[in-house]
Nanobody
Framework: VHLVQSGGGTVQAGGSLRLSCAVS????????VGWFRQAPGKERDFVAV????????VYADSVKGRFTISRSAAKNTVYLEMNGLTAEDTAVYFC???????????????????WGQGTQVTVSS
């Protein structure tokens, strides 16, 4: 299984960005892809997760109503659309998927074993 991220960059506060996570190597469609973020000196925190087969979504309270996770079966890609960005959203963002069977929804970093390379998101105030 491979996850390859794209997107990110620098945006002004109040702006929007979209992150992409191209997925490959899955044997079936019963898996989840999550997004995490890690600010300098802080833990890697859960942001959102989507269940590929059903498109069920779960969000962290800090991004609920501003971020949207989605997936494209045609492109084998998971997206994170981020709106209303603030300086507090500045972090390195990672997509990830569990490497073992886990219960839904997987919210903990320890639930995930395969990670994308990370991409920087910087929000300037």
């Amino acid at each position: 299984v491979h996850l390859v991220q794209s997107g990110g960059g620098t945006v002004q506060a109040g702006g929007s960005l979209r992150l992409s996570c191209a997925v490959s190597g899955f044997n079936n469609d019963d898996y989840a892809v999550g997004w995490f973020r890690q600010a300098p000196g802080k833990e890697r925190d859960f942001v959102a997760v989507i269940r590929w087969a059903t498109a069920d979504e779960v969000y962290a309270d800090s991004v609920k109503g501003r971020f949207t996770i989605s997936r494209s079966a045609a492109k084998n890609t998971v997206y994170l659309e981020m709106n209303g960005l603030t300086a507090e959203d500045t972090a390195v963002y990672f997509c990830a998927t569990p490497s073992d069977v886990v219960s839904w929804p997987p919210l903990s970093r320890s639930d995930y074993g395969i990670w994308g390379q990370g991409t920087q998101v910087t929000v300037s105030s």
